[in-house]
């Protein structure tokens, strides 16, 4: 690769770092994997920068290469992690200061209880705003599989964060 070629992927890892270190936590819920899981994948864009960057987008070629690798190391992983119990917060006061805090923490864990196909849909769905043809496109599947996915991921993290909260009325959508 020529020195602009170089100049240019450091500066599209430069502006797209953070967001990437989000999605691959969202993706994987470890700190420490996130930013492995994102290095590995740009070392492979890198490698192929000259055909990513003048394809359109960079950055959805990388968040997509992201889901699939994603997906790929829970494929290989024989040993299956276990969450702690969420903790339920029914005795939260009304105008707790750390209430967003810990709701968000109870969504994370849902996120992560996920399947990891329909966890990389919703990550890609709901938290990275791609549309419904996009995230299909990114994950390599139809827009149908994408439909459905989204729709069962939903309910099951409506159903984890109804359990956890103790309130049958609580809404995710």
């Given amino acids: 690769m020529d020195a602009d070629g170089e100049e240019e992927f450091r500066q599209f890892v430069q502006a797209r770092w953070h967001s990437l270190v989000r999605t691959a936590f969202l993706l994987t819920g470890d ?7 994102v290095q590995t994948v740009l070392v492979r864009v890198h490698r192929r920068w000259q055909h990513v960057s003048h394809s ?4 959805a070629y990388t968040r997509a290469a992201l889901a699939n690798e994603s997906a790929s190391w829970w494929r290989r992983r024989r040993v299956a992690e276990t969450l702690g119990e969420v903790p339920a917060h029914a005795d939260r006061a009304h105008g707790d200061a750390y209430a967003a805090y810990d709701t968000r923490d109870e969504v994370a864990r849902a996120v992560l209880a996920l399947p990891p196909r329909m966890r990389a849909v919703v990550v890609l769905r709901y938290f990275d705003d791609l549309s419904e043809a996009d995230t299909a496109e990114a994950l390599g599947m139809s827009t149908g599989s994408v439909k459905s996915q989204a729709s069962r991921g ?7 964060l109804q359990q956890t909260q103790g309130t049958p009325e609580r809404s995710l959508s």
């Fill in 31 to 37: 700190q420490g994997r996130a930013e492995d899981l």
């Fill in 56 to 59: 359109g987008s960079p950055y």
């Fill in 154 to 160: 939903l309910d099951r993290l409506r159903t984890v």
